[in-house]
């Protein structure tokens, strides 16, 4: 095998093949001929990718490799690291999209003359793009180059000839890429992958959360990113002028410079370094300032930063980091800029901080404190915060009034990280700030917003959590609001006393011949797929997702397809059967016509049923029977797993199955009509409760 060939593990064989990694496991145990590893370890080994694809293809499993199969692999396994790679790929496919013209030129030329003419190539554009920039976000090499060196960015390693013409492969590879789902869709497809991929190495930003904080900054020329990360925040901005952003880890700053070049026709302006340390932008005043920064970081920098001038609201304790970050960004806007920051919850609360607060709400720079829901950005058990601060303007009485909002409720109580309503988030906030914004006051929405007068929040803990300043309102929503809960109790408890089912006489277990999923599966009775995969396009209507969540609740789709290049998910169809893998339940459902249409989601399995051979409610109803989930659940150290290929069911006629499923459809009925009970009984006390305890309710 060549020195720097591609190489795949059993997860990326999967994902070639459309398959569960069991599948792949099930492969190397059965096939004599299945390639041997070439690489990684023991317990997760890596394979040569030209034998995967010569193997799949010859059991026909496999008729090509997808494009972006192929790319992404040879980015995961280039020799330089998959961030280099990345950044290698970034400056090949701005080439792309800014001078089309000159890369097909490139492209055109063989190998050995495209490594010659490529540095010159990308260096000009990357000079036109990033200016002097480029010498710190790709530092080799420094100035103008030598027409025969390799352009920024892409220094080979020493065995230059393999590293080198690997390049020029994984560039063509990008090239033909981008040339069928474009450049910036390249390059969001590899570098997602690659998050995907390391997911505790980067602290992202979900788009919801980015969307929000650009939308509150209103429209802004300028704007900056002191701690940008992968630069999801400047991307939502709409319409820039000049993007600032600045990055501690060098090849993050790289990366998200290209992201950005590619994303938008804005200038963009990136630097690598510690905002607080080493600020890149000293004299920068900015139109808005958008900031994720790092939480609880105690090197941040307190030593030798005691006397630095941007701490004009106070110098900050050693704890409070993010008081550092809220004043560096006050620091860097125009009077009358607005920054937006997502906090952690403790900062608007910890004694340590309530000097700095006293003094941002005495000149009237902390505008808005609002409480996300949990679940809206990491860490995703606590419900994070967005501070709106106000750059003071020399003359102007600061603001008398601070506004608070509780984004709880629109987005669904206990909605949990994918379920968030973020349209009903972004409504909710939006609605309360526009009207404060042009009025320095709005009208009170009980457990929602209010704004509150600055004097009545100078005490001595200045805490400024919006649970404290914003009662929920009555869970019941009022008295008659429980009345009506009550009635439609009282009507549901009746329909469950009409759906018991009537005990049945005692009989000897039936003699039925059986049979297996995975059996009726190669006979062609039902058709499996797994679920998880699929991307919508930008832009486009959003797809829902049927969830783990929603199959063991028996609840309407509430997940979103993430968006991406267009990648086609697994749909449900009216009839289909579906079953969650994980957990050892005996959960199944029937996809009904309200259903039917959404994606499948992750760590679920979907039963396609012939409807000629199979009725989907015996499938079903026979799939959750207790001792057959236990025999086809395999057991791990901390989950249990099922694997539905060895689910059974008897073998019975067609009339004899609809017979069965009639009883089983019945069953699903009263079960349903049991949980609606359970959630009006749960609304009905918890509202008479707060009802009581506030006056709303008379005893």
């Known amino acids: 095998m060549p020195e720097n060939a591609a190489e795949v593990t059993a997860a990326g064989i999967a994902r070639l093949a459309g398959v569960g990694r069991a599948a792949v496991s099930n492969w190397r145990r059965r096939h004599a001929d299945f390639p041997k590893p070439v690489g990684g370890s023991e317990t997760s080994p890596s394979f040569a990718l030209a034998d995967i694809e010569r193997w799949l293809r010859d059991q026909g499993k496999l008729a090509e490799v997808p494009l972006r199969e192929r790319v992404w692999q040879q980015v995961a396994d280039h020799p330089a690291g998959a961030v280099r790679a990345l950044v290698h790929v970034g400056c090949a496919l701005l080439l792309v999209r800014e001078r089309p013209t000159t890369w097909q030129e490139l492209t055109a030329a063989a190998d050995e003359r495209m490594a ?21 976000l790709f530092p080799a090499p420094t100035r103008t180059p030598p027409p025969t060196r390799t352009p920024p960015g892409l220094r080979p390693e020493p065995r230059a000839s393999s590293a080198g013409g690997a390049d020029i492969r994984l560039l063509r590879s990008a090239g033909e890429l981008a040339a069928g789902i474009g450049a910036r869709q390249a390059f969001e497809f590899l570098l997602g992958r690659h998050l995907d991929a390391n997911p505790r190495q980067y602290t992202l930003t979900p788009p919801g959360p980015a969307a929000l904080m650009a939308a509150l900054t209103g429209p802004a020329g300028t704007v900056l990113d002191p701690a940008s990360g992968t630069g999801t925040l400047l991307r939502a901005v709409d319409r820039p002028a000049v993007l600032y952003a600045q990055e501690a880890d060098p090849d993050l700053a ?6 950005l070049a590619l994303h938008t026709d804005a200038d963009v302006r990136a630097a690598a370094g510690d905002s607080l340390r080493a600020d890149a932008y ?11 920064p790092p939480f609880n970081e105690r090197n941040w920098g307190h030593e030798e930063l005691g006397y630095d001038p941007r701490w004009e609201y106070g110098f900050p304790a050693r704890t409070e980091s993010e008081l550092a970050w809220v004043q560096h960004a006050l620091a860097r806007l125009r009077p009358g800029g607005t920054a937006v920051l997502l906090m952690p919850p403790a900062a608007a609360s910890r004694r340590s901080g309530r000097r700095i607060r006293a003094g941002l709400l005495r000149r009237g720079a902390l505008r808005a404190v609002v409480a996300l829901p949990a679940g809206a950005a990491p860490p995703y058990g606590i419900p994070l915060h967005l501070w709106v601060l106000r750059k003071p303007d020399a003359g102007q009485a600061p603001a008398p009034e601070l506004l608070f909002v509780d984004t709880a409720e629109p987005a669904g109580a206990g909605a949990g990280r994918d379920k968030l309503d973020w349209q009903a988030v972004q409504s909710a906030v939006l609605d309360a700030w526009a009207p404060f914004d042009r009025h320095g006051t709005a009208e009170e929405r009980p457990g929602v917003s209010r704004s509150v007068p600055v004097i009545e929040l100078l005490d001595d803990d200045v805490d400024l959590a919006p649970a404290r300043h914003l009662p929920p309102p009555a869970a019941g929503g009022g008295a008659d609001e429980l009345l009506r809960v009550r009635d439609r109790l009282t009507d549901t408890l009746r ?22 999923v995975g059996e009726l599966a190669r006979a062609g009775a039902l058709v499996l797929s797994a679920g998880g995969s699929g991307t919508a396009p930008a832009g486009h209507e959003p797809v829902p997702v049927l969830t783990e969540h929603d199959v063991l609740a028996g609840t309407a789709p509430s997940g979103r397809l993430p968006e991406g290049p267009h990648e086609e998910p697994v749909r449900v169809e009216e009839g289909d059967v579906v079953v969650p893998v994980l957990g050892g339940g005996s959960v199944v459902r029937v996809v009904d016509e309200a259903t039917a249409g959404a994606a499948l989601g992750r760590n679920l399995q979907l039963l396609h049923p012939d409807p000629a051979a199979l009725d989907p409610w015996f499938l079903a109803g026979f799939l959750r029977g207790t001792a057959n989930n236990r025999q086809a659940s395999s057991y791990a150290s901390t989950a249990t797993r099922l694997d539905v290929r060895r689910l059974q069911l008897p073998r019975l006629a067609l009339a004899d199955q609809r017979r069965y499923g009639e009883r089983f459809r019945a069953l699903a009925d009263f079960e349903d009509a049991l949980r609606t009970a359970g959630r009006l009984g749960e609304q009905l006390v918890q509202g008479l409760y707060d009802g009581l305890t506030d006056g709303t309710v008379t005893a």
Do not use: Y
């Not at 004299?283 to 300032?289: G, H, Q």
């Open 116 to 136: 010659e003419l490529l540095p010159t190539a990308l260096e000009q554009v990357l000079a036109a793009r990033f200016g002097e920039a480029r010498v710190g």
């Open 254 to 259: 790289a990366l998200t410079a290209l992201r």
């Open 282 to 292: 000293p004299e920068l005043t900015a139109d808005a300032v958008l900031c994720h």
């Open 495 to 516: 329909l469950t006393g009409e759906l018991t089912p009537a005990p049945a006489e005692p009989t000897e277990p039936a003699p039925w011949p059986a049979t297996t």
